[in-house]
């Protein structure tokens, strides 16, 4: 005891000490971002003096136009990049890069920590500009897009470092004199072609992963939320020059495909958010150089609903689920699987909190739901809906539409619960991105696996039962990338996790210590543990020229090594001897020097 006892004084003052230095607030300052253009003197939204905007039919090549989609208002343009523009700009962040590449973690660690402190105090701002953009609800803003964004931050500073540092590995048998690590460098020059579904999310995940490991990135953002993306491009670059980084590290770019092809040849790396189709054209684009590829494209994920659950709780998950960002579902549930003993219970339950759902305008009054971001898709929900009802399905119950502005009633679409449905149903099959909720029976756990499999996307999957260990065990038989037991979504907000998924969903993953290494690359490194005291030599039989007795000396000395007991590996071990002794003997040496 008198041993243990000043360990244990010294391990409570540490403890004590460590408390008190958790009550020392960081010394991060504060930035100032030019808000000028999206706001105006008295803090309100710039949005009175917009004009309706009528989107043309067919692409512009030179410019992206911006608007609400929940109001039609005018939110401006920005120039669609040519592919020589979009070198230069690559060109440019990889000599900033060279220069970022030797910043200390410390130098990183204070830029996320003057990100974290600006995103907390602008949070009505970052939201409203998503909102704006994409037609999103405040609240859906702020579940996926800050509080993601904030947890991943989070993570990079208890973790990042950490994962980042040489990782020794052990050497083997035959390298035991040998010290083995792997060594984490940057890449260079990250490209991300991200989506609209979640503008502010997805462009700090990458950016975040990609800088915090000694990167520059190249980000285009989707000519749906180009608007968002250029402000939110501001906040960064703020905070960068706020430590002193090499202008030109991170670059937000607009246009269209031919913007993102030139991005795909240029860059070290490319991450991808979108659809199948186009994930593929980048993985040709991406073969010319021979660049990495990740490649998150959506999902039809399954919510299984067991018969042993809570109805009331699981519903009102189930339909947050559904409707997530407006029904601009990112990996969000589009088929539902429910145990046929509780099925009308469900149906029942659902229904009830649908028809309390309102669709609107977001900024313009309360409405649970916003608008749909991209033009005309709320024609291609509707074709799924009555493709659908042609097979026999029935809709059960729908949500309701607020105060809608005349300009802008095809940009919304109201929450859709449909039953009867199997899976000869387009709405099983396609990803519809949209607030429609198919309800279908299953009658056992083999069945609702069945179904859940019969997909040709595996991003992820949410199952429900009173009993984990059954919940756990349907779960693990999902080919999926993400998996969340009694819950959904939760894997987005652990940080410390990959993301990603499998089929047409994509391969690779971000997030997490895999998707921040997946921006590194990973250098196998091998040195002698005690040079220059112990160094490699080739014996002497198998110097060149090899000795008559090479090969048995080689047969031996694998046997000595991996030998499957430890008797055959000393017979082994004394032919090892006995080779090199005969090998050395003055007999042998002057036979060979004749």
């Not at 937000?252 to 092809?261: C, K, L, M, R, S």
């Not at 065990?473 to 652990?494: K, P, T, V, W």
């Amino acid at each position: 005891m008198a041993f243990w006892w000043p360990l244990l004084v010294l391990g409570f003052a540490y403890a004590i000490c460590r408390f008190l230095l958790m009550l020392i607030p960081p010394n991060v300052p504060s930035i100032d971002v030019d808000v000028s253009d999206v706001v105006e003197e008295d803090g309100n939204q710039t949005k009175e003096n917009s004009f309706i905007y009528i989107p043309t039919r067919g692409r512009q090549t030179d410019k992206v136009q911006c608007y609400e989609p929940a109001t039609m208002k005018y939110l401006g343009f920005f120039p669609a990049l040519k592919p020589d523009e979009v070198r230069e700009r690559v060109a440019q962040a990889r000599k900033a890069q060279e220069i970022w590449a030797k910043s200390t973690f410390k130098q990183r660690r204070q830029f996320l920590r003057i990100l974290l402190k600006y995103i907390i105090e602008h949070q009505d701002l970052i939201c409203e500009i998503s909102s704006r953009d994409t037609g999103k609800t405040m609240i859906d803003a702020s579940l996926g897009e800050i509080m993601t964004t904030c947890e991943k931050i989070h993570w990079l500073l208890s973790e990042g470092e950490k994962w980042l540092k040489p990782e020794y590995r052990s050497s083997g048998r035959s390298m035991l004199h040998k010290r083995s690590k792997v060594e984490f460098h940057p890449l260079g020059v990250i490209g991300a072609i991200v989506s609209w579904n979640y503008p502010f999310h997805n462009i700090f995940n990458p950016m975040l992963a990609a800088v915090f490991s000694g990167n520059g990135i190249v980000i285009k953002v989707s000519e749906h939320a180009s608007w968002s993306g250029c402000f939110y491009f501001r906040i960064i670059q703020t905070a960068l020059a706020a430590v002193g980084a090499p202008d030109n590290l991170v670059d937000v770019i607009t246009g269209f495909a031919e913007t993102g092809e030139a991005l795909v040849s240029s860059a070290d790396k490319i991450i991808f958010v979108g659809s199948p189709a186009v994930g593929k054209k980048i993985m040709r684009k991406a073969s010319e150089t021979l660049i990495p590829v990740t490649l998150e494209l959506g999902g039809k994920d399954p919510f299984i609903v067991c018969e042993d659950v809570d109805v009331e709780h699981v519903a009102q998950i189930a339909v947050r689920a559904s409707l997530q960002s407006s029904g601009q579902n990112c990996a969000g549930a589009e088929r539902f699987y429910v145990h046929r003993d509780i099925y009308n219970a469900f149906v029942a339950q659902v229904v009830k909190i649908v028809k309390s759902v309102t669709a609107g305008p977001p900024l313009l009054g309360k409405c649970d739901m916003g608008a749909i971001c991209m033009q005309d898709h709320a024609e291609k929900l509707q074709s799924l809906v009555n493709d659908a009802l042609d097979k026999g399905a029935e809709i059960a119950g729908r949500g309701r539409f607020g105060n809608l502005g005349t300009d802008a009633v095809d940009q919304f679409f109201p929450p859709t619960v449909l039953v009867n449905v199997n899976h000869s149903m387009h709405i099983m099959h396609e990803e519809a991105f949209g607030p429609i909720m198919p309800i279908m029976k299953f009658s056992s756990d083999e069945e609702a696996i069945r179904l859940a499999n019969d997909s040709r996307f595996g991003l992820g999957c949410a199952v429900f039962s009173r009993s984990q260990r059954r919940a756990r065990r349907i779960a693990s038989e999902l080919h999926c990338g993400i998996a969340a037991i009694n819950d959904f979504a939760s894997n987005y907000m652990c940080q410390s996790l990959p993301f990603g998924g499998v089929k047409d969903s994509g391969f690779g993953r971000f997030a997490g210590i895999e998707g921040l290494r997946a921006c590194c690359l990973i250098k196998s490194v091998v040195e002698d543990r005690w040079w220059p005291y112990i160094k490699t030599k080739i014996p002497k039989p198998i110097q060149y020229p090899v000795a008559d007795h090479a090969f048995e000396f080689q047969q031996s000395l694998v046997e000595t090594l991996y030998g499957l007991n430890i008797w055959d590996r000393l017979r082994a071990l004394v032919n090892v001897i006995k080779v090199l002794t005969e090998h050395n003997s003055p007999t042998v040496s002057s036979r060979r020097n004749a």
